[in-house]
C-alpha cells in the first residue's frame, strides 16, 4: 500500500503545477501548498501586493486539445465562469492603446507588466479552476501509465509462458533419447503453440494502436465540433457588437438633430422678444 501511495506521489510531482497557480508574493509554503487549499488574506497596505492571473487579453477558461468532457460540476456550483473584460481576446485592439493602457493603470485595473490585476475571492476560484485542469491532466497519465503497464505485462507474461514451454520441451529431450520422435513431435506442437501465443500478443498489440488511432480521431472530432461551436458564438457575439454600436450611432444623431432644432427655436424666441421690445419703445 505505501508503494502504491508513493508512486501515485511520483506521478502527481511528475505532472507540473499549470502556470498563474502560485502568487509572486507570499509566504513559501504557498509554493507547495495543493490547489485545493485557498491562499489567506495576508494583511499590508494598499498596493503591496497583487492577485494576478494572466495578461490582458488572454483568456482565462481554457481546455487543452485533448481534454475529456467533464460532468462533475455541470451546474458550475463549484467553480464559476465569471466574464472579465481584462481578459475577453476581442478586445486586443482596445488594449493595444496607449492611451487605454494608461487609463487601466491609473485606475488600478492593471499592472505594469500588463497583467489583469483580481480579488483574493476570484484568484481562489481560479485555483479552484487549475486544480481540475491539474486532475485532468493527473487522471490522463494514470490512464496512460495504466495501459503500458497492462500491455508490459502481457508481453512479459507471454514471453515467460514461452521461455518456460522451451525449458519444458529441454528438460523432457534430457530424459530420454529413444522417444525423440515422440519429443520432437511434442516440441514441433509446443513451438506452434508458441507461434500462436506470439501472434495473439501481436494481434493484441495491432488491436492496442487501432484503440489509440481511434480516440486520436474521436478527440480530433470533438476539438472540431468545439471550434465550430465557438465559430458560431463568436460571430453572434461580433453581430450584437455592430447592432449595439448602430444604435448608439441613430441615438447621437437625433440627439444632434433635436438639439439644433432647441437652438433655433431659442433663437426665434430671442428674435421676438427683441423686436417686441423695440416696438414698444417705439410706441412709447
Given amino acids: 500500500m505505501y ?6 506521489d ?7 503545477k499549470p502556470k498563474g497557480a502560485i502568487p509572486n508574493f507570499g509566504l513559501p509554503k504557498w509554493k507547495v501548498m495543493p490547489l485545493e487549499s485557498k491562499i489567506p488574506m495576508v494583511p499590508g497596505p494598499e498596493g503591496a501586493y497583487n492577485f494576478i492571473r494572466r495578461k ?3 483568456k482565462l477558461w481554457t481546455s487543452s486539445s485533448d481534454a475529456e468532457f467533464n460532468l462533475n460540476d455541470p451546474y458550475c456550483y463549484e467553480i464559476k ?6 481578459h475577453d481576446e476581442h478586445l486586443v485592439p482596445f488594449f493595444s492603446n496607449t492611451n487605454n493602457i494608461k487609463h487601466l493603470l491609473k485606475a488600478g485595473l492593471i499592472t505594469r507588466n500588463l497583467e489583469g490585476k483580481c480579488s483574493l475571492k476570484d484568484y481562489n476560484m481560479y485555483r479552484k479552476y487549475l486544480r481540475n485542469v491539474h ?5 490522463r497519465e494514470l490512464r496512460k501509465r495504466t495501459c503500458v503497464a497492462h500491455e508490459k505485462r502481457v508481453l512479459e507474461c507471454t514471453e515467460e509462458q514461452a521461455q518456460n514451454e522451451v525449458n519444458k520441451l529441454k528438460r523432457k529431450e534430457k530424459l ?3 522417444r525423440k520422435e515422440i519429443w520432437a513431435a511434442h516440441k514441433f506442437e509446443e513451438e506452434a503453440k ?5 501472434e495473439k500478443a501481436k494481434k493484441l498489440r495491432k488491436r492496442m494502436k487501432l484503440l489509440e488511432i481511434r480516440k486520436r480521431e474521436e478527440q480530433m472530432m470533438r476539438a472540431a465540433r468545439a471550434k465550430a461551436h465557438s465559430e458560431n458564438i463568436k460571430q453572434k457575439q461580433k453581430l450584437a457588437s455592430e447592432i449595439q454600436e448602430q444604435k448608439k450611432i441613430h441615438t447621437i444623431v437625433d440627439w444632434r438633430k433635436k438639439e439644433h432644432m432647441r437652438k433655433k427655436a431659442r433663437e426665434a424666441r430671442l428674435k421676438h422678444n427683441q423686436e417686441q421690445k ?5 410706441e412709447k
Fill in 3 to 8: 508503494h502504491l501511495i508513493r508512486a501515485l
Fill in 10 to 16: 511520483k506521478v502527481i510531482e511528475s505532472i507540473p
Fill in 56 to 58: 490582458i487579453g488572454k
Fill in 81 to 86: 465562469f465569471t466574464y472579465d473584460a481584462l
Fill in 135 to 139: 486532475t485532468d491532466r493527473i487522471r
Fill in 176 to 178: 530420454t533419447e529413444a
Fill in 194 to 198: 508458441i507461434k500462436a501465443q506470439r
Fill in 278 to 282: 423695440i416696438m414698444a419703445i417705439e
